[in-house]
């Protein structure tokens, strides 16, 4: 399994961004799919899952403001009110059950000016 992420920028505080992160090998057995982010000088946290059956969770800090889809094999995510404190590079994530194998995307970075 390989993950693209893209869609990272720089947006003024209160803007959108989207992140893609398109997927490719077998998927049969990925499951969940996340995506974390690294702030500045911070560890990586957890931001959304996606299960199989398709339920969806976040963390506190983006609940009502970050969606998180998936469209076959490309995973998004949709962040709106963007705060300065979501400054970070994001990184998808998947979980292979078969296996056992943790796959991560490149990471894409969100600059949130105030």
Same mark, same amino acid.
């Given at each position: 399994?390989?993950?693209?992420?893209?869609?990272?920028?720089?947006?003024?505080?209160?803007?959108?961004? @989207?992140?893609?992160? $398109?997927?490719?090998?077998?998927?049969?057995?990925? %499951?969940?799919?996340?995506?974390?982010?690294?702030?500045?000088? &911070?560890? @990586?946290?957890?931001?959304?899952?996606? $299960? @199989? $059956?398709?339920?969806?969770?976040?963390?506190?800090?983006? &609940?009502?403001?970050? $969606?998180?889809?998936?469209?076959?094999?490309?995973?998004?995510?949709?962040?709106?009110?963007? &705060?300065?404190?979501?400054?970070?590079?994001? *990184?998808? *994530?998947? *979980?292979? @059950?078969? %296996?056992?194998?943790?796959?991560?995307?490149?990471?894409?970075?969100?600059?949130?000016? %105030?």
């Amino acid at each position: 399994v390989q993950l693209q992420a893209s869609g990272g920028g720089l947006v003024q505080s209160g803007g959108s961004l @989207r992140l893609s992160c $398109t997927a490719s090998g077998n998927m049969v057995n990925v %499951s969940p799919i996340s995506w974390y982010r690294q702030p500045p000088g &911070k560890q @990586r946290e957890l931001v959304a899952v996606l $299960t @199989r $059956t398709g339920i969806t969770d976040y963390d506190d800090s983006v &609940k009502g403001r970050f $969606t998180m889809s998936r469209a076959q094999n490309t995973i998004y995510l949709q962040m709106n009110s963007l &705060k300065p404190e979501d400054t970070a590079v994001y *990184y998808c *994530y998947a *979980y292979d @059950r078969a %296996s056992g194998s943790d796959y991560w995307g490149q990471g894409t970075l969100v600059t949130v000016s %105030s």
